[in-house]
T-cell receptor, first 115, second 113 residues
């Protein structure tokens, strides 16, 4: 079975600073990888996904993530954080199971942005 | 078109009551998922529908949890005899047959007192 580890439960960064959120996954085959963002009281919004091809993936809101198979990682990055980026971020891995995606989420990283 | 909608957004139930949570997926999406998100946790898979067929219910925590999607569109998650440990946000997601990403609704926050 697949699993996801997000080692940082809470991260605080200054507005304008760069950001990297860590994600490690465990899956026996080529994974489908996702980053979702959840604002308070909201559902999850997909930031970006990796299925195959280029290992550097661009997403919405200026986010990008890099798939590193050798490290089983899919870290999320943003060069300059805005106050509106404060939210909770979930890394997820999907596995094909009987014709559909069974997605397993990490515990989440809560991002705080300070002025 | 409209995204995934869920109702009610908030539900308070006394222990032992039955509750029903509704999900309206994106029109035309054949796949529908239910997740449970406990406080401070990531969403955990409950069950999956392809059209009206429930193909995977391996994540349902007990036989008090029941889900249906009788006409292949709207889905209802029912919890019988609610317990305090059922308090969580219940998220619904849908996806199209040929696509892999899931689109999430805003969730229903269930509080069992």
């Amino acid at each position: 079975a697949q699993s996801v580890t997000q080692p940082d439960i809470h991260i605080t960064v200054s507005e304008g600073a760069s950001l990297e959120l860590r994600c490690n996954y465990s899956y026996g085959a080529t994974p489908y990888l996702f980053w979702y963002v959840q604002s308070p009281g909201q559902g999850l919004q997909l930031l970006l996904k990796y299925f195959s091809g280029d290992t550097l993936v661009q997403g919405i809101k200026g986010f990008e993530a890099e798939f590193k198979r050798s490290q089983s990682s899919f870290n999320l990055r943003k060069p300059s954080v805005h106050w509106s980026d404060a939210a909770e971020y979930f890394c997820a891995v999907g596995a094909q199971s009987g014709g559909y995606q069974k997605v397993t989420f990490g515990i989440g990283t809560k991002l705080q942005v300070i002025p | 078109g409209a995204g995934v909608s869920q109702s009610p957004r908030y539900k308070v139930a006394k222990r032992g009551q039955d509750v029903a949570l509704r999900c309206d997926p994106i029109s035309g999406h054949v796949s529908l998922f239910w997740y449970q998100q406990a406080l401070g946790q990531g969403p955990e898979f409950l069950t999956y529908f392809q059209n009206e067929a429930q193909l995977d219910k391996s994540g349902l925590p007990s036989d008090r949890f029941f889900a249906e999607r009788p006409e292949g569109s709207v889905s209802t998650l029912k919890i019988q005899r609610t317990q305090q440990e059922d308090s969580a946000v219940y998220l619904c997601a849908s996806s199209g047959l040929a696509r892999y990403e899931q689109y999430f609704g805003p969730g229903t926050r269930l509080t069992v007192t």
